[in-house]
């Protein structure tokens, strides 16, 4: 299909060229009797006015965006009335034999162009304003107008003022056009400048300027009294048309990779060489004592100076912003941002020094792992925000049994670690938090009960120096102990127990054949624009066992930990591989790849075969990464590298929940950033915490990577994402994930080839 669509464009593109390079041999040739050069003339600059309209019209039709789809039907009315004139003109010449009177019914067509166009133009989608933004776009605005008014006034509309006779009704005409044309060129300078730049974007823009130019060219020929049909004027009409025709035609087919894209130095200087060019041409005239060229100088010199104040002030706002920016991420780095509890890099720090005191000073240590019992149920039935509100109940009454010195850190989901380094009874310990946890929790009206399994491990004196891997080991398969003895309870790890029990065993062996079957399941969440557009989706695994849905929480461990997850993870990419074939060529994939897995060399030629069978580009799949030191590794940060030099996107999933740092981002220089749920769920109150994820959508923006927002669940969340110019959402709000069976979901699995194509855990860690 991508193959497809290449050569659709290829062709498109290639007609266009022939198109022009005909037209243009037809008229300077002057081939055949002056009669049919006229023919081939006008009916040649129709013809490109209405494959204008269509290509106009086709984008309106295909636009998903409201504001976008406005702007192509004013562009295409714009350039059908164009063609209306043209067909007056042509009756002129063609039927009636006779040269087209200035003005004419013609030139109401022609002149009602840049009266659509420039509508059309400023009803685009374009980037959201800073503070100082739209005052600084309304200067460069004044800087542009001035500068194109001193390159008109020199050439075109100087000319066509002096010739003409101020009370005559062709001066008005012919001012019209270079007027109009004036207009048209300071917005399309100001959407080149200030717009996310496509393709598409740029093919419109270069169009309506060489139109603008041709307009221009024509009041001047027409006030020296030297236009005639057959001139360059008509060849650069043409050639404006039929820009914009590939404009409507491959707006969002040739480069849909949706973002923020980084205005370049070319696009930020743009209205200084403006001011430049343009006091260039006024010099002569101001020399000759010309005050209207003196003083359109001194304006657009003048708004130079106020847009450079505004840069400088907001500048140094901007620094200072950055540097609060980072102190809260250098505290989010090490801390949970829903409880505020330490979180995982922080705790393996503490606990790697509390093990080298251990090895110095012979110091008891003792790990607790606590995991709520039936905490899925709480999600699934009350909802997430119930769930919030216990994991942020939860640290407080941990807080409340610990003694100072004691870490107390949240691992991820339901998970919290305590560390204990001052002596005393670990058990003890145990004993005061399931007491304080087991205190029901008030949700709204609802007294909800709770319970927690902890997995106890220790380091005496005594004991040989310890691994903190094998500590956390330790305390991990303690924990899980105690959730198999009935939930509720603490128990001590010892030698006997052993992470192969019979209940993990069997869930181990049928996830295997499922793996081996092509039994795992891809759910499907949309992704989408602030605006309600559809971005694409995110593929997440889904496993059933005996009947009775598993948490990926629960399988994704079990597989890691057995050796099979590269095979789940591969399945799965290869079935959401399959099913975007079904999908718009411009929506992506997201999936997510175990960075155990990303360690194997092998893995990026892995992704591309599957993208080579189901013939995908590589840009539409959207590969996503759990924050995590382990990131750092060697190999993991090759393959990364292996799969953006492909083409793939990488995202940074569940941004500052996990061990988040500015170098990590800056190193790993991710097209996305997915902004965890825990961020969005406050929004909607007024707070630091809104401005705080402000500045980091405006950092992420800056860096030059889109931003997701998950677990969107109400209107106010969603109000408050866009007014801080948030790219893309992905929540219930939207829609929960849904699975997708048949040819599609069957196409990811070939039994007896996973190290081929590996199928893969597309999915869904956090699904």
Known sequence: MAATNR??????????????????LAIRLKLGTP???????????????????IGAGYRARRSSSGRARLSWLLICAGTFSWAAGQTVWSYYELISNRDTPFPS??????????????????????????????????????????????????????????????????????????VTDLMMMTIAVLVVAQARLRSGLLLLVIGLGAMALADSGFSYLNATGDYHTGSLIDIAWTGAFLLLGLAGALDAGWDSRPGVVSVSAGYLTLPYALVLVGIGAATPGIINGSRLGLAVSAVAITALLIRQFLTVLENRELASSLDEQREELRHQAFHDTLTGLDNRALFYDRLNHALELHRRDLRPVSLLFCDLDDFKLINDTLGHDAGDQVLIAVPERLRATMRTGDTVARLGGDEFAILLEDGGDPLDVCAKIMAAISQPTMIGTRRVPLRASIGLSMVQPSDAPADPQDLIKKADIAMYAAKRAGKGSCVTWSPQLHDDNPDDLDLRLDLGAAVAHGQIDVAYQPIVYVDGALYGHEALARWSHNGRPVGPDVFIPVAERAGFLPELDMQVIGAALASTRSMQSTHSISVNIALSHLADPQVAARVQRLLERYDIAPWRLVVEVPEDHAIERPEVHRSLQALRRMGVRLALDDFGVGYSSLSRIGTLNPDIIKLDRSFVAPLGSVGRHTDFVMGIIELSHRLGSVVIAEGVETAEQLTALREMNCDLIQGFLLGRPELRTGADQDAGHNPGHAADHNPGRAAGLAG
């Open 7 to 24: 050569n659709g464009r290829t062709a498109i593109i290639g007609a266009a060229v022939v198109l022009l390079v005909a037209f243009s």
């Open 105 to 178: 019914w013609a030139d109401l067509g022609f002149l009602l162009f840049p009266a659509f166009a420039l509508p059309g133009l400023l009803a685009r989608p374009a980037a959201a304003f800073s503070r100082n933004g739209r005052a600084r776009m309304l200067l460069d605005g004044v800087m542009v107008a001035g500068s194109l008014f001193s390159i008109s006034w020199a050439t075109a509309l100087g000319q066509v003022f002096k010739t003409s006779d101020s009370h005559d009704l062709a001066m008005v005409v012919s001012l019209a056009y270079p």
């Open 35 to 53: 009669f049919s050069r006229h023919a081939v003339d006008d009916l040649g600059q129709g013809a490109a006015a209405l494959i204008a309209a």
